[in-house]
Every structure is written in C-alpha cells, then in structure tokens.
C-alpha cells in the first residue's frame, strides 16, 4: 500500500475561503436533540464568522435499521466533529456498533464531543459512556470535549452543582477554540 501526501497548492482565493464544518449529532431522545443542538448553535454563534457550518442529527433509534446506519455512518466519514448526546446510562449496543464502524474507517472527526444529561439514580452511567467515548477519541486521535465526571451528590443537576454552568462554558469554549485553530489551516489529506 502506498500513501502519497497530497497538497494542493495555496492560492489567495484558497486563504480567503471560509472553511466548512460538518457536525454530526447523534442524540438518545428529544431532549437530548435539544441539548446537543444546543451546543452546535453555540459553535455557529461563536465561530460561525469564520466558518461555515453544516450538521445532520441521527437519533439513536434508527442506528439499527440497516440501510439507515449505512447513511449515518457515511455522514461520519464527512463529519469534522460528532457530538453524542445520551443520558447518563451506558450506550445502546447498536450505537457502540454504529460508532466502531465508522472508526474503523480510515477517516475520523476533528472532534468528538460528549453531553450527558443524568439523574440521581444514575451517577455511574455517566463515568461509563464518558470513559468509552474518550477511548474511542484516544483510538481515532480525535480531540475529545466532554462535561466533567459527576460524583453522585453532583448529579442532582448543573443548577444545583456550583460553578457548573462554568464548567461547561469552559468545555465548549474550548471546542470552539479547537475550531478556529482548525480553521486557520487548509486540510492536507492522505490519499491511498
């Protein structure tokens, strides 16, 4: 197998484009949708000036129909950042399948973000699907955002946790900073 490191050359209309940005949501229920779409309008407002955004949401309840996963996992071998949005429990096995897939290809996301919403009943949920998807990060060599560990006098919720709100400021600043540093680069691919 032979890779070969193209690079296309640079011309001045090349600088000036605004690059694009293609999000992946895939969300467990309609709340979970709505945080995650949440923070993709955060990234859009406060980098959307220097990029364009594009993004398809997938709800974790079509991933197992066949001809469905196929179109979401081609949507992330386009996807410069997946978020995953669940609830604290650990994620479906056709979503873990669904992700390993789409890891196994030869491309991977910039990024992989994720958000959890929990419950009391739930504090161990959390630390299990935050820790497999900062593993799949480590494996595709992708960033990886994430809301921080809960214990469980901390998961009654971020209103109550103080400095909370902060916490997930500071997270989602900083994968707007990880897009403006991608951003300020033309991508070079591999090609085979």
């Known amino acids: 197998m032979r890779h070969a490191l193209t690079c ?15 999000v992946l949501i895939a969300y467990e229920d309609f709340e979970t949708g709505k945080h995650a779409k ?3 309008d955060f990234l859009v407002e406060n980098v959307g000036h220097d990029c364009h955004f594009t993004n398809q949401m997938w709800k974790f309840d079509v991933l197992p ?7 979401a996992l081609e949507d992330a071998a386009h996807a410069d950042i997946i978020i995953v949005s669940s609830k604290a429990r650990e994620l479906p096995a056709h979503v873990t399948s669904w992700i390993e897939a ?10 992989l973000v994720a958000l959890f919403q929990t419950t009391p ?7 299990r699907a935050r820790q497999y998807l900062a593993e799949v ?28 709100s902060r916490l997930v ?20 691919t591999l090609n085979e």
Request: hydrophobic residues 40%.
């Open 65 to 71: 129909l066949p001809r469905l996963q196929a179109i």
């Open 121 to 127: 009943a739930e504090p161990d949920g959390i630390n």
């Open 169 to 188: 400021d500071q997270t989602l600043s900083g994968l707007a900073g990880a897009v403006r540093k991608q951003s300020a680069f033309p991508r070079w």
């Open 38 to 40: 949440e923070t993709y």
């Open 8 to 22: 296309p050359p640079i011309n001045a209309s090349d600088r000036e484009a605004t690059p694009s940005f293609n």
């Open 102 to 111: 789409w890891l196994a290809q030869a491309q991977h996301p910039l990024a």
């Open 137 to 164: 990060a480590r494996r595709g060599n992708m960033e990886f955002f994430a809301q921080p560990d809960l214990t469980s006098q901390e998961v009654a919720g971020p209103a109550q946790i103080p400095g909370a």
